[in-house]
């Protein structure tokens, strides 16, 4: 009997260290298996939003090359507004370009160009996001050319423009400390013979998550 129960006791021990051994295996899989939805949950979530601000990265390059481009042959004195007062920055501004040069002299194009920054139709402002593309009261930056004149062409060279450049929110303040208060997502300021560009982009990402991007640029001004 005495070595049924040594028996029987062994078998009881051996019985509950191999369900003391599993339990630890499943809380070690478990855990694993946790670590590995975590690291793949955040992964793809860097992945979407990676993803989206190459876009919108591409979006920014294309507007600000092209502005760049139109601004690099601009004629200083035609600038409207000459931002060299009390004013320095602007979202709207008008200009003539170089069409040669006579005696030294730029003489202008007939025609102005311009940028400007407005709503986008599709979407007024009312704080509601009117086209349910994830972004509230977006604007577009307009180029025109031939501004003013009898027969103006207009394009959208970049959209989904944030009302305030990045940082600053709607209210009266200088949330994002640059000196201005309210400015829109598209600013140009004026330095001397440096114009600086800046735009801010949202977009949302496939998780539905915001996504924010400013960009900029600087053109020296040489006529
Ligand atoms: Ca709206
Ligand atoms: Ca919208
Ligand atoms: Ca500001």
């Not at 855990?31 to 919108?56: E, H, P, S, W």
């Not at 709607?170 to 800046?198: A, V, Y």
């Amino acid at each position: 009997m005495k070595l049924h129960d040594e028996q029987q006791g062994q078998w009881s021990n051996r019985t509950g260290s191999t369900l003391l051994e599993v339990s630890i295996s499943i809380a070690m899989v478990s855990i694993v298996l946790g670590v590995a939805a975590m690291v793949g949950i955040a992964g793809r979530k860097a992945f979407v939003t990676a993803n989206k601000q190459a876009q919108l990265d591409s979006q920014l390059k294309i507007a600000l090359d092209r502005i760049s481009a139109e601004l690099g042959s601009a004629i200083s004195s035609s600038l409207d507004p000459q931002l060299t007062g009390m004013v320095t920055d602007t979202d709207e501004i008008s200009l003539a370009q170089v069409l040669g040069i006579v005696d030294g002299v730029p003489v202008p194009s007939p025609d102005l160009i311009s940028f400007s920054f407005e709503d986008d139709p599709n979407d007024p402002v009312d704080g509601l996001d009117n086209d349910n593309d994830g972004v509230v009261d977006e604007a577009r930056v307009v180029f025109v050319r031939g501004s003013g004149g009898t027969s103006p062409s207009a394009i959208t060279i970049c959209k989904n423009v944030r009302r305030h450049l990045q940082g600053e929110e709607e209210g009266g303040g200088d949330e994002n400390g640059n000196g201005l208060i309210d400015e829109s997502g598209f600013l140009i300021q004026r330095d001397g013979n440096l114009l600086s560009i800046k735009i801010t982009v949202q977009g949302t990402n496939a998780n539905g998550e915001s996504v924010t991007k400013t960009s900029s640029a600087s053109i020296v001004l040489r006529n």
